[in-house]
């Protein structure tokens, strides 16, 4: 990258030292291995800290954290988040560098770079493994680039850690660590991706302008252009995978060590002589300012062949929200050709503006309709997931949430967790890529057969630690996973067993499949035994605990998160490297926040230009939103 880049000024006159970032992705079978490079250089006359909030997807298993300056590199350890800390500042208090990485929720990330010396450069790598899946021969593999604005609901108060914008509220408490400023962040992106599939694939990009490279048994991706602007997902679809085969068994042991498994299933529960029965549909469609422009058309559009989707005795409704909700009727209304015209009508005259609270109107409909199948359109913009998922989850009897996440900025948290808990799913649509498909894949899956009641048994081997527990509906068609560990090798059987429902159906029948099981006394897949440790972690953050055994809790997460390395609410990445002589920092580094882009296709920021720097959303009273460094528009395309 060009080094005139660094060291454009912000707003305040502070230095930005983030040249680039470089994304190197592996996509193949049934995952990708990435990684995130961040490349810093100070050039400013002091040594200088550089904080830079970034993201990475929901499901990504952090493998590896990585400093490289003045010609070494130094890997990164987890350790207890509240020691990291104090690691991280005792070493830039004594004049050495540090990296630092915190998790501040599940898909938002901080950087800190202390010490950078004077004109020299530094590198931080971020290394991730995440799941990806084919669908109809189409595999959908995307990275998000920047923690777009988000509504932050509640009354100020607390006090700051973090260096973003907004303020603390009762609702959302870090609020300064998720809400990074908005300014003149003119470094670039780089990508190459190469998909490892055995033979070329139709690579394509509804996001950004791409250059395909076709080699004998992979293909490899590029920009079109050198660089471009963290200002959108990228988004890649690989057409002509033809189902990337899945293991259905895999398993890590060393000798002398416990060994850790993982079985996965690809159900197919359909039965010709039953179909699914009439539903309940609830609709929910986001209108607030951060959805308006193209993401409201797509979610327009996206509702209206929904509602096309909908089959007799089907009843409905439709619910639109900002900071306020209205609903399309008092009732459900059965579906017809004259309900669909009038909800036509309704959809069609909805514009975007205001405030993102989504909790009024998910608590409206799963008490209206605790058993409904419920449909989310939203670009997943709100502060205070973790209190949406309670309530949702508190409310629901057999609801299933089904999201489409819509936009150039998809916040997925808290939609893979609504999809998680209730056993629903999300599709993602970036605009210019192809709403129907995901449409009637989405209700597929609605009306899909599926094994709730789920339990599991072993017979012949001795497994433990099982997760995820309890374990998740089997739905027809949808891969469906179970990890465990054991002790001894050794030869026996699978038994998963469940109530059978077809959707709409009261009275369910009875399920079992069974599986032979394999545990081998050596096997070197290590990212098995990595995704076990996740899996379990991700069970102890959502169990609902309080007093003591919270603590308890907290402490079994901390302990598997250091042994396994992982990073979660309380464990943090940090690396230092030790100083002598010249290399020593004196005095303590100014800290320079990082700015980011102007999220594409956000047309409140365009109506925004010339007038305050954030436009005003309409918020409940006491409630703040983040404010902006500057209204600058992306110099990179």
Same mark, same amino acid.
């Given at each position: 990258?060009?080094?005139?880049?660094?060291?454009?000024?912000?707003?305040?006159?502070?230095? *930005?030292?983030?040249?680039?970032?470089?994304?190197?992705?592996?996509?193949?079978?049934?995952?990708?291995?990435?990684?995130?490079?961040?490349?810093?250089?100070?050039?400013?006359?002091?040594?200088?800290?550089?904080?830079?909030?970034?993201?990475?997807?929901?499901?990504?298993?952090?493998?590896?954290?990585?400093?490289?300056?003045?010609?070494?590199?130094?890997? #990164?350890?987890?350790?207890? %988040?509240?020691?990291?800390?104090?690691?991280?500042?005792? @070493?830039?208090?004594?004049?050495?560098?540090?990296?630092?990485?915190?998790?501040?929720?599940?898909?938002?990330?901080?950087?800190?770079?202390?010490?950078?010396?004077?004109?020299?450069?530094?590198?931080?790598?971020?290394?991730?493994?995440?799941?990806? =899946?084919?669908?109809?021969?189409?595999?959908?593999?995307? *990275?998000?680039?920047?923690? @777009?604005?988000?509504?932050?609901?509640?009354?100020?108060?607390?006090?700051?850690?973090?260096?973003?914008?907004?303020?603390?509220?009762?609702?959302?408490?870090?609020?300064?660590?998720?809400?990074?400023?908005?300014?003149?962040?003119?470094?670039?992106?780089?990508?190459?991706?190469?998909?490892?599939?055995?033979?070329?694939?139709?690579?394509?990009?509804?996001?950004?302008?791409?250059?395909?490279?076709?080699?004998?048994?992979?293909? =490899?991706?590029?920009?079109?252009?050198?660089?471009?602007?963290?200002?959108?997902?990228?988004?890649?679809?690989?057409?002509?995978?033809?189902?990337?085969?899945?293991?259905?068994?895999?398993?890590?042991?060393?000798?002398?060590?416990?060994?850790?498994?993982?079985?996965?299933?690809?159900?197919?529960?359909?039965?010709?002589?039953?179909?699914?029965?009439?539903?309940?549909?609830?609709?929910?469609?986001?209108? $607030?300012? !951060?959805?308006?422009?193209?993401?409201?058309?797509?979610?327009?559009?996206?509702?209206?062949?929904?509602?096309?989707?909908?089959?007799?005795?089907?009843?409905?409704?439709?619910?639109?929200?900002?900071?306020?909700?209205?609903?399309? $009727?008092?009732?459900?209304?059965?579906? !017809?050709? @004259?309900?669909?015209?009038?909800?036509?009508?309704?959809?069609?005259?909805?514009?975007?503006?205001?405030?993102?609270?989504?909790?009024?109107?998910?608590?409206?409909?799963?008490?209206? $309709?605790?058993?409904?199948?419920?449909?989310?359109?939203?670009?997943?913009?709100?502060?205070?997931?973790?209190?949406?998922?309670?309530?949702?989850?508190?409310?629901? =009897?057999?609801?299933?949430?089904? !999201?489409? #996440?819509?936009?150039?900025?998809?916040?997925?948290?808290?939609?893979?967790?609504?999809?998680?808990?209730?056993?629903?799913?999300?599709?993602?649509?970036?605009?210019?890529?192809?709403?129907?498909?995901?449409?009637?894949?989405?209700?597929?899956?609605?009306?899909?057969?599926? +094994?709730?009641?789920? $339990?599991?048994?072993?017979?012949?081997?001795?497994?433990?630690?099982?997760?995820?527990?309890?374990?998740?509906?089997?739905?027809?068609?949808?891969?469906?996973?179970?990890? #465990?560990?054991?002790?001894?090798?050794?030869? #026996? =059987?699978?038994?998963?067993?469940?109530?059978?429902?077809?959707?709409?159906?009261?009275?369910?029948?009875?399920?079992?499949?069974?599986?032979?099981?394999?545990?081998?006394? %050596?096997?070197?897949?290590?990212?098995?035994?990595?995704?076990? @440790?996740?899996?379990? +972690?991700?069970?102890?953050?959502?169990?609902?605990?309080?007093?003591? %055994?919270?603590? !308890?809790?907290?402490?079994?997460?901390?302990?598997?998160?250091?042994?396994?390395?992982?990073?979660?609410?309380?464990?943090?990445?940090?690396?230092?490297?030790?100083?002598?002589?010249?290399?020593?920092?004196?005095?303590?580094?100014?800290?320079?926040?990082?700015?980011?882009?102007?999220?594409?296709?956000?047309?409140?920021?365009?109506?925004?230009?010339?007038?305050?720097?954030?436009?005003?959303?309409?918020?409940?009273?006491?409630?703040?939103?983040?404010?902006?460094?500057?209204?600058?528009?992306?110099?990179?395309?």
């Amino acid at each position: 990258m060009n080094e005139t880049r660094c060291g454009l000024s912000t707003k305040q006159g502070q230095q *930005v030292p983030l040249l680039g970032v470089e994304i190197d992705g592996h996509v193949y079978g049934a995952h990708a291995q990435v990684r995130v490079r961040q490349r810093y250089r100070n050039a400013e006359p002091k040594p200088v800290e550089a904080v830079y909030t970034f993201p990475l997807p929901t499901d990504a298993t952090l493998m590896g954290f990585q400093m490289t300056c003045d010609g070494r590199t130094l890997e #990164g350890v987890v350790k207890e %988040r509240e020691q990291a800390f104090r690691d991280y500042d005792e @070493a830039i208090a004594s004049g050495h560098g540090a990296g630092l990485l915190d998790q501040e929720r599940p898909n938002v990330f901080t950087a800190q770079v202390g010490n950078l010396l004077p004109n020299e450069e530094t590198l931080i790598d971020v290394t991730y493994v995440e799941p990806v =899946r084919a669908d109809e021969g189409v595999l959908r593999w995307a *990275v998000p680039t920047l923690v @777009a604005p988000r509504y932050i609901p509640g009354t100020p108060r607390g006090d700051r850690t973090g260096h973003a914008t907004a303020e603390p509220t009762d609702r959302v408490p870090d609020a300064d660590r998720i809400t990074p400023p908005i300014g003149d962040a003119r470094y670039g992106l780089r990508l190459e991706v190469v998909f490892e599939t055995g033979k070329p694939v139709r690579v394509e990009s509804p996001s950004h302008a791409i250059s395909v490279i076709d080699e004998p048994t992979r293909t =490899r991706v590029h920009f079109a252009q050198d660089q471009v602007a963290l200002a959108r997902d990228v988004v890649l679809t690989a057409r002509g995978v033809d189902g990337a085969p899945l293991q259905t068994f895999a398993a890590h042991r060393e000798e002398g060590k416990p060994g850790t498994f993982m079985v996965t299933i690809v159900p197919d529960l359909f039965t010709p002589e039953r179909s699914a029965a009439p539903q309940d549909v609830v609709f929910l469609i986001d209108v $607030s300012g !951060s959805m308006e422009g193209a993401s409201i058309a797509e979610a327009k559009s996206a509702l209206r062949l929904c509602l096309r989707h909908l089959r007799e005795g089907d009843r409905f409704n439709v619910i639109a929200f900002n900071e306020r909700f209205t609903t399309f $009727s008092d009732h459900p209304e059965v579906f !017809s050709q @004259a309900t669909l015209e009038r909800a036509d009508a309704w959809v069609q005259s909805l514009s975007a503006d205001g405030g993102t609270e989504i909790l009024a109107p998910l608590r409206h409909a799963l008490r209206a $309709s605790p058993d409904a199948t419920l449909v989310l359109l939203t670009d997943g913009q709100v502060g205070n997931e973790k209190e949406v998922l309670e309530q949702a989850l508190a409310l629901r =009897r057999r609801a299933r949430i089904y !999201s489409f #996440g819509i936009g150039t900025n998809v916040s997925d948290a808290l939609l893979r967790d609504l999809a998680r808990h209730s056993g629903g799913a999300v599709e993602f649509i970036h605009p210019g890529e192809r709403v129907d498909e995901k449409v009637v894949a989405q209700f597929a899956r609605a009306i899909a057969p599926r +094994v709730d009641e789920m $339990s599991v048994q072993f017979d012949g081997v001795a497994v433990s630690d099982l997760t995820p527990a309890p374990p998740r509906a089997l739905v027809d068609g949808e891969p469906w996973v179970i990890f #465990g560990r054991y002790d001894r090798p050794g030869r #026996g =059987r699978l038994e998963v067993r469940g109530a059978r429902y077809i959707p709409g159906d009261t009275a369910p029948e009875r399920f079992s499949l069974t599986l032979p099981i394999e545990l081998p006394e %050596r096997a070197d897949t290590p990212w098995v035994q990595r995704l076990w @440790a996740r899996e379990r +972690v991700r069970d102890l953050e959502f169990a609902d605990l309080r007093g003591r %055994r919270a603590e !308890s809790n907290r402490q079994r997460i901390v302990d598997l998160a250091v042994e396994h390395q992982l990073m979660t609410a309380f464990t943090s990445f940090v690396v230092i490297e030790h100083r002598t002589g010249a290399r020593l920092a004196t005095g303590q580094p100014e800290t320079r926040v990082v700015p980011v882009n102007v999220p594409a296709g956000w047309a409140m920021f365009d109506r925004a230009k010339g007038s305050a720097p954030w436009p005003s959303l309409p918020v409940r009273p006491g409630a703040k939103p983040a404010p902006v460094v500057a209204a600058a528009a992306p110099p990179l395309t």
